[in-house]
């Protein structure tokens, strides 16, 4: 079965600070590629999404994503982060085989200003 | 407005009782899907349906039984087989099945 990893699930920096957050999964098959956000008491929103093209995807808020297939990553990034960026943040895959939307566990990202 | 609309946001039960928790879209959306989501297990799939009168399970389904007798209806009913049923509840929808899913403001259910 597919899965996805999302590692270091808690993460604090401080404003200014770059961000990096990694994303690998377990599919072998073709993939369409998401990161999506959850603020605090919010719903969950999609950040950016990768389904083929140029690797590297802008996305919202100054977040960009690269998809490295020899790696199975698809790593998440800003340079310069704010304190509204704090919240948890989700990797998600589905594979063209079953169409099953796999997430990762998070990541709680805390920005303190 | 068009979107994800789950009902109630919290809903409280006693132990033993099955539960439907409602999820509407009016996205003309193809695909539908249930989530759980509890603290440092990110999201974990119950079911998803594909297209109308059919779906499939996911990786934790025991305990929980849907249906999808009408392409803008997706009801999740927890049953009392479901050992550990206190979480908050997600329903998403696609346009088809490999496309992005947006997401409904969730359920919260506590089983006391």
């Known amino acids: 079965a597919q899965s996805v990893s999302q590692h270091n699930h808690h993460v604090i920096l401080s404003e200014a600070a770059s961000l990096e957050l990694g994303c690998n999964y377990s599919?072998?098959?073709?993939?369409?590629l998401f990161w999506y956000v959850q603020y605090p008491g919010q719903h969950l929103q999609l950040l950016l999404k990768?389904?083929?093209?140029?690797?590297l995807v802008k996305g919202i808020k100054g977040f960009e994503a690269e998809f490295i297939k020899s790696k199975f990553s698809f790593n998440l990034r800003k340079p310069s982060v704010q304190w509204s960026d704090t919240a948890e943040y989700f990797c998600?895959?589905?594979?063209?085989?079953?169409?099953?939307?796999?997430f990762g566990k998070g990541n709680q990202v805390v920005v303190i200003p | 407005d068009g979107g994800i609309t789950q009902s109630p946001k919290y809903l409280f039960r006693k132990e033993g009782q099955n539960v439907t928790l409602s999820c509407e879209q009016n996205?003309?959306?193809?695909?539908m899907y249930w989530y759980r989501q509890d603290p440092g297990q990110g999201l974990r799939l119950i079911y998803y349906?594909?297209?109308?009168?059919?779906?499939q399970k996911g990786d934790i389904a025991e305990g929980y039984s849907v249906s999808r007798e009408k392409k803008e209806s997706f009801p999740l009913t927890v049953t009392s087989a479901q050992k550990n049923p206190t979480a908050f509840y997600l329903c998403?929808?696609?346009?088809?099945?490999?496309?992005?899913?947006?997401f409904g403001q969730g359920t919260r259910l506590t089983v006391v």
């Open positions: 349906s594909q297209i109308v009168n059919d779906f």
């Open positions: 990768y389904f083929s093209g140029d690797p």
């Open positions: 996205l003309n959306h193809d695909a």
């Open positions: 998403a929808s696609s346009i088809q099945g490999n496309t992005e899913a947006f």
């Open positions: 998600a895959v589905i594979s063209y085989g079953n169409n099953r939307l796999a």
């Open positions: 599919y072998g098959g073709t993939v369409n």
